[in-house]
């Protein structure tokens, strides 16, 4: 689901007031005002939508929706601006954008274009991998690995808040903190066994590192049969 959006627009009045608006409609929203951070951001995967203006000062939004995608970013994104002419709402989509709205709009428009966007998303998505409790396995068709406890248990942490970052700390506290463990370097160890055993099979999805944020589960999050 399009749930954690950026919002990327030079405008400080209207990234605040879309910011309200869409938490309002059950959305995390975010704001960032200068096209080459929000590209990073963007570039990061911490963010599963994105609403990007056509003009950021003097950058074009148009230059940024298309360097995103040739820099891998699939996620949806949506393009507002205040030209409604054919010309530029074709520039827009052209560069990669999903779709194209024209200022003023209302927000029950733009949750409805954001609805479409994650109808689509899920249409296209694979059936999910399954982690079981009873015999701490991921599975997916033909594949089953076998976890060990604290394998599963960070599994499962990651997978409850799959789409948002959790930080070290908070794994640590949560999965090491009672058993004595010396340091959150732990974190990363377990990481990387779960990252190990991943490997090359398509489970569909992988957990990223967000810098300065933490690790989280992109894709297509796992059933847990707890659920």
């Not at 507002?80 to 428009?109: C, I, N, Q, T």
């Not at 604290?150 to 997978?159: A, D, G, S």
């Not at 398509?202 to 300065?212: A, H």
Request: charged share 25%.
């Amino acid at each position: 689901m399009v749930s954690r959006l950026l919002i990327i627009d030079d405008d400080p009045r209207i990234t605040s007031a879309l910011v309200r608006g869409l938490s309002l409609h059950g959305y995390s929203a975010e704001a960032e005002n200068r096209a080459d951070q929000g590209l990073e951001r963007l570039k990061s995967g911490a963010f599963s939508g994105a609403i990007v203006d056509v003009m950021l000062g003097t950058d074009s939004g148009v230059e940024l929706v298309r360097a995103a995608r040739r820099a891998g970013v699939g996620i949806p994104i949506l393009m507002l601006s205040a030209l409604s002419d054919v010309d530029h709402r074709a520039a827009g989509l052209e560069a990669g954008a999903d779709d194209y709205v024209v200022k003023p709009f209302s927000f029950d428009e733009l949750v409805a274009r954001l609805q479409v966007q994650e109808q689509r998303v899920l249409s296209q998505r694979p059936d999910p991998a399954r982690l079981s409790s009873r015999d701490r396995t991921l599975s997916i068709r033909e594949t089953c690995i076998a976890l060990t406890e604290r394998e599963f248990e960070l599994l499962t942490l990651l997978n409850s808040k799959a789409g948002s970052p959790i930080s070290r700390g908070e794994l640590f506290d949560t999965l090491w903190s009672q058993d004595g463990s010396s340091n959150e370097n732990v974190v990363d160890v377990y990481i990387g066994y779960l990252r190990k055993k991943l490997g090359s099979d398509d489970f569909g999805f992988e957990i990223k590192t967000i810098r300065n944020q933490g690790f989280c589960i992109q894709g297509v999050a796992p059933l847990s049969d707890d659920t």
